[in-house]
């Protein structure tokens, strides 16, 4: 059973940035693709960002490409989403996920495990 805990959500400026990290605990965290997700109130909850395994591939919304940035570091069983230039239509509960599968890494059934959740709230 693997647990994810998010953290570094908060209360931001339109323009500014954050960086959400996931920290990983009782699985082996490389041969798990890693996801992050987001849900807005009212709203479906929609694919953010994901990266494969070894870090050699990452996949984006087309409409945060060039803003937010995934990574991860394995020896730190963490995931990290770096988002900037951050925009109103960003608030939201973030949420991290983790996956054994190597494809359709877009899609919420790709993964087996979720974290809780972090808000980010970005002001106009």
């Known amino acids: 059973q693997v647990q994810l805990v998010e953290s570094g959500g908060g209360l931001v400026q339109a323009g500014g940035s954050l960086r959400l990290s996931c920290a990983a605990s009782?699985?082996?965290?490389?041969?798990?693709?890693m996801g992050w997700f987001r849900q807005a109130p009212g709203k479906e909850r929609e694919f953010v960002a994901a990266i494969t395994r070894s870090g050699s591939a990452t996949y984006y919304l087309d409409s945060l490409k060039g803003r937010f940035t995934i990574s991860r570091d394995n020896a730190k069983n963490t995931v990290y989403l770096q988002m900037n230039s951050l925009k109103p239509e960003d608030t939201a509960v973030y949420y991290c996920?983790?996956?054994?599968?190597?494809?359709?890494?877009?899609?919420?059934?790709?993964?087996?495990?979720w974290g809780q959740g972090t808000q980010v709230t970005v002001s106009s």
């Open positions: 009782g699985g082996t965290f490389s041969s798990y693709a």
């Open positions: 996920a983790a996956g054994s599968r190597q494809y359709g890494l877009t899609s919420r059934g790709s993964y087996d495990y």
